[in-house]
């Protein structure tokens, strides 16, 4: 069982930044897939980045150059830096897990992250 927690959302400054943290529990986090996924009010969840156990990384287009993703194996977490904020990046921020091995998934609660224009 993996268990996420996201910390680090609040309300910034169209312009500014924030840096997002999921830290999770279990011994086999440096075999999962992580990535950060978000809602915003209405609409559904999107994909905004991923990083697969061997540190490769995919974006949206609508964050590419802005976001960054990373992983720390030693500390069981993965990182969202978070630059240049738009209004339209207002959303919860989840974490997400796979286990490939098991086809499983895990989530977090969520942060929320409001960008004030």
């Known amino acids: 069982q993996v268990q996420l927690v996201e910390s680090g959302g609040g309300l910034v400054q169209a312009g500014g930044s924030l840096r997002l943290s999921c830290a999770a529990s279990?011994?086999?986090?440096?075999?999962?897939?992580m990535g950060w996924y978000r809602q915003a009010s209405g609409k559904q969840r999107e994909l905004v980045a991923t990083?697969?156990?061997?540190?490769?990384?995919k974006y949206a287009d609508s964050v590419e150059g802005r976001f960054t993703i990373s992983r720390d194996n030693a500390r069981k977490a993965v990182y969202l830096q978070m630059s240049s904020l738009k209004p339209e990046d207002t959303a919860v921020y989840y974490c997400n897990a796979k286990f490939s091995v098991t086809n499983s998934e895990y989530w977090g609660q969520g942060t929320q992250v409001t960008v004030s224009s």
């Open positions: 279990g011994s086999i986090f440096s075999i999962l897939d």
């Open positions: 990083i697969t156990r061997g540190g490769r990384t």
